[in-house]
């Protein structure tokens, strides 16, 4: 429900000339989103675990800006999704939510978190033990779109192989890498506390 109205605000938005920053002239790139789903279904229990943040496109509705740590739970047929981490502010934020199959059976996942609104997701590229880049990209009306690329990795550190995987998968599809913009990760976060908050 919350994704219609969404679809509206930003029509009625396209329509006024007051258009968001996060939303493009064009349509979504052609993705081949049946391809990667036959093959990535039998792996998704492997998918699961914790992820650090590496680097995001300019996204309104990620929260977190700094030593972002999400943990994936499988459940059989989606994942029950924890994210923590440090708000612009410099407060720590716990957001939860699902990533789940879409329900009218496209070839993709749908992620809904809290404070935000559903939405497709693609996983481009994964070896599933070391990095993960994925992709969601939303048509509207009178030629506009909205995407977020998001950059992934099972450490605090980003190995330039697994930064250039996924330059390499965005170009694929045509979206530009420079987009992305880094999440600070490191010794300066308290991973520690971290963990803690994303057990309460």
Not at 162 to 185: F, H, M
Request: charged residues 20%.
């Amino acid at each position: 429900m919350f994704s219609k109205v969404l679809l509206l605000a930003v029509a009625a938005a396209v329509l006024a000339d007051d258009i968001p920053d996060f939303v493009i002239k064009g349509n979504c790139p052609a993705v081949e989103e049946q391809r990667l789903w036959d093959e990535q279904v039998p792996k998704h229990a492997r998918f699961g675990g914790v992820w650090y943040q590496q680097a995001i496109s300019t996204n309104p509705y990620q929260l977190l800006k700094k030593c972002v740590r999400i943990q994936y739970d499988y459940n059989g047929k989606g994942f029950d999704v924890k994210a923590v981490g440090i708000t612009p502010e410099g407060s720590q934020l716990k957001r939860t939510g699902k990533i789940a199959p879409m329900p009218l059976g496209d070839s993709h996942l749908m992620i809904n978190l809290d404070n935000s609104f559903p939405a497709p997701l693609v996983i481009l590229d994964t070896d599933y033990s070391n990095y993960a880049c994925m992709y969601s990209c939303m048509d509207y009306n009178y030629g506009h779109h909205s995407d977020f690329a998001f950059f992934f990795t099972r450490t605090p550190d980003a190995h330039d192989k697994y930064i250039n995987k996924c330059k390499e998968a965005l170009d694929n599809i045509g979206v530009d890498p420079s987009r992305l913009i880094k999440t600070e990760q490191g010794n300066h976060c308290n991973y520690d506390q971290l963990k803690t908050l994303i057990r309460d």
